[in-house]
T-cell receptor, first 113, second 114 residues
Framework: GQLLNQSPQSMFIQEGEDVSMNCTSSSIFNTWLWYKQDPGEGPVLLIALYKAGELTSNGRLTAQFGITRKDSFLNISASIPSDVGIYFCAGPTPNFGNEKLTFGTGTRLTIIP | DVKVTQSSRYLVKRTGEKVFLECVQDMDHENMFWYRQDPGLGLRLIYFSYDVKMKEKGDIPEGYSVSREKKERFSLILESASTNQTSMYLC?????????????FGNGTRLTVT
């Protein structure tokens, strides 16, 4: 089964709306990363979280490291057209050191004109 | 800026063909990775390499092999392509640990096996 599950799988929103998505696992993660993939490009790192309970912002994006260390959340405020893309959570694969990442299933964000 | 270049954007191959996907990075990174991306499954690691001539299996290595003869180049090989290998393939590189260096991805190769 998938180690990291993201919800929702896809979102259709209007420009200006706020967005919330999450990532859950049955395993504990010590680092949570959020990547974004623009259409036709490779994913790019948005935010990194290193401590349980940590809340980190990057512009209109805010991510949180869940207290249980088994989940993480990403919020986007006042969405704009360039927010379109696929958002992936990721973390170091449990029991595999820090060099191998496991990625989530992805959340595809579409903005309805 | 780190640049990870994948040699082909689109490839169409026939079942049974041997397929080479090439990836080159220009930042002297030790670590290089091959992922495949499928809808609903996210990115899954095929193989990675932490040094020249070194390779480690990822989560889905079956049907694939890799080659890292030079530090900047990491090749993914499909020995005998099958239709279930139709996918988007992403190469990435990284220097240092996850705590101070993110993955840098190429723009992907969309492979169709007919």
């Amino acid at each position: 089964g998938q180690l990291l599950n993201q919800s929702p799988q896809s979102m259709f929103i209007q420009e200006g709306e706020d967005v919330s998505m999450n990532c859950t696992s049955s395993s504990i993660f010590n680092t949570w990363l959020w990547y974004k993939q623009d259409p036709g490009e490779g994913p790019v790192l948005l935010i990194a979280l290193y401590k349980a309970g940590e809340l980190t912002s990057n512009g209109r994006l805010t991510a949180q490291f869940g207290i249980t260390r088994k989940d993480s959340f990403l919020n986007i405020s006042a969405s704009i057209p360039s927010d379109v893309g696929i958002y992936f959570c990721a973390g170091p694969t449990p029991n595999f050191g820090n060099e191998k990442l496991t990625f989530g299933t992805g959340t595809r964000l579409t903005i309805i004109p | 800026d780190v640049k990870v270049t994948q040699s082909s954007r689109y490839l169409v191959k026939r079942t049974g063909e041997k397929v080479f996907l090439e990836c080159v990075q220009d930042m002297d990174h030790e670590n290089m990775f091959w992922y495949r991306q499928d809808p609903g499954l996210g990115l899954r690691l095929i193989y990675f390499s932490y040094d020249v001539k070194m390779k480690e299996k990822g989560d889905i290595p079956e049907g694939y092999s890799v080659s890292r003869e030079k530090k900047e180049r990491f090749s993914l090989i499909l020995e005998s392509a099958s239709t279930n290998q139709t996918s988007m393939y992403l190469c990435a590189s990284k220097g240092g640990s996850l705590y101070n260096s993110p993955l840098h991805f190429g723009n992907g190769t969309r492979l169709t096996v007919t």
